[in-house]
């Protein structure tokens, strides 16, 4: 069978780029080896935002009193909790099923294999394509230290489908999948330690927000490691979990009854049969341009199996990028500008460069930082803690960074993503009109801290 299009994989990166390829007029073959939705939908960022809402409800019922409700008791079921995950994903899976059929886009359920450069195999059948992505996504990636491979040890996937709230649970890995999980299970009743071998939490993130996080979450009764290295996992004669960590040139060990290593995601390569088509490739991904185009000109790749920056709305948009590539037209799609997000409580949310990228780019600044206490809205939703820190270049003016930590900061900081994507200075942006009340006036009053 012959389509304009192959597309391997039917994550974000490929469901909806298998869509706007049949806007735009082509035929469409999609490959889905496992569930439509891939990794993002089915396990990882839709579920755990269901979860990261119930732990956000438990937490504001823990402090009904403030509110004025007093003798307020609950429970949590936590099989509704999970019944309320699976039921969000399933809506959505059959939702995005229902539009590849609208769309006239062939579904494949299979995994699909290259026979060459020109040709893909699912199930004994043939398939070919005047253009080919890839689209693939990652596996979770493990520590190569002993215990790695016991059966006690668990990925996010399998967090995601327990079917109790951990007693205790240890997480190797203080990136964004480790400190939702922290801050999820924590607020279900678990004991959490997390343990984390870089000097903060949320390495990606601007330094300023994450200490204020570390200390935010400490104070909720989670026990944060950093500079922390997971040197062994020992299952113990009770079968608890015993995981040893050097730290400031010791050793030391932590017991839980549960653990996850959430210490990052891999290109997802097996089984593709790369070597049948001559794409360059190693364990860090496929290399691809700025077009996503890779060694072999009507190959592309996008998204996680790329490795360029692992978030799902940057595979959406690259996916864009290589049908542009395909179709030879040009576009305005800012890479550089690529908001993202923690669903922590509170919240954190990012665009741009860091403080410390910046001085290690040579680059001169300025900087303001507004606290969430002193904003109305906030203050009137009892979420007073946080912190917003913009960035912006000494010479002209320009927004080069916003990072945020408080309620609704991963909408403030898209706020931030849209006004960067147009150069905006700083003297654009206090002429702009905030409303009053809202939380996005941190913004504002950093603005006018800037010096």
Do not use: W
């Amino acid at each position: 069978m012959h389509s304009d299009l192959i597309i391997i994989g039917a994550g974000p990166g490929g469901y909806e780029t298998a869509l706007s390829a049949a806007r735009r007029g082509m035929s469409v073959t999609l490959f889905n080896g496992s569930q439509l939705g891939g990794t993002c939908l089915n396990e990882g960022c839709i579920p755990t935002k269901c979860l990261c809402r119930n732990a956000e409800a438990v937490a504001q019922f823990k402090e009904a009193d403030k509110f004025g409700i007093d003798d307020f008791t609950f429970t949590l079921d936590f099989n509704k909790v999970m019944e309320r995950k699976t039921e969000v994903t399933d809506q959505l899976r059959s939702g995005i099923a229902m539009m590849l059929k609208s769309a006239k886009v062939n579904v494949v359920e299979a995994m699909a294999s290259f026979k060459d450069r020109d040709t893909v195999v699912a199930d004994g059948e043939e398939y070919t394509a005047d253009n080919i992505i890839i689209a693939t996504g990652s596996v979770s990636k493990s520590l190569p230290i002993p215990g790695h491979d016991l059966e006690c040890v668990m990925d996010s996937s399998r967090l995601l489908a327990i079917e109790y709230v951990p007693e205790s649970l240890t997480i190797i890995g203080g990136g964004v999948i480790g400190m939702e999980f922290a801050n999820i299970f924590a607020s279900f009743g678990s004991k959490v330690t997390v343990i984390e071998f870089m000097k903060q939490i949320l390495p990606p993130f601007d330094s300023d927000i994450a200490k204020r996080l570390k200390q935010t979450l400490t104070k909720k009764g989670i026990k944060i490691i950093t500079s922390a290295a997971a040197k062994k996992i020992e299952q113990t004669e009770d079968y608890r979990i015993a995981v040893t960590y050097e730290c400031k040139g010791k050793e030391e060990t932590v017991e839980s009854s549960d653990l996850l290593m959430a210490v990052g995601r891999a290109p997802r390569l097996d089984g593709l049969n790369l070597e049948a088509t001559g794409v360059e490739f190693s364990p860090r991904g496929i290399v691809v341009d700025d077009y996503m185009r890779t060694n072999v000109p009507h190959i592309f790749a996008t998204g996680d199996v790329n490795a360029r920056m692992m978030l799902a709305h940057v595979a959406s948009f690259q996916g864009e990028r290589a049908l542009n590539a395909i179709q030879d037209k040009e576009d305005a799609i800012r890479f550089d500008i690529v908001p993202s997000a923690v669903f922590t409580v509170p919240e954190c949310g990012m665009v741009g460069l860091t403080e410390d990228q910046c001085k290690a780019q040579g680059i001169e600044i300025m900087t303001g930082q507004s606290f969430f206490r002193a904003n109305g809205k906030a203050l009137s939703m009892s979420e007073s803690d946080g912190l917003c820190k913009l960035i912006f270049r000494k010479d002209d003016g320009t927004l080069i960074g916003a990072h945020i930590m408080g309620v609704q900061a991963a909408d403030l900081a898209q706020q931030c993503a849209d006004l960067m994507n147009r150069d905006t200075t700083l003297e654009q942006m206090r002429q702009i009109i905030f409303g009053h009340p809202t939380v996005s006036e941190v913004i504002l009053s950093a603005l006018h801290a800037v010096k």
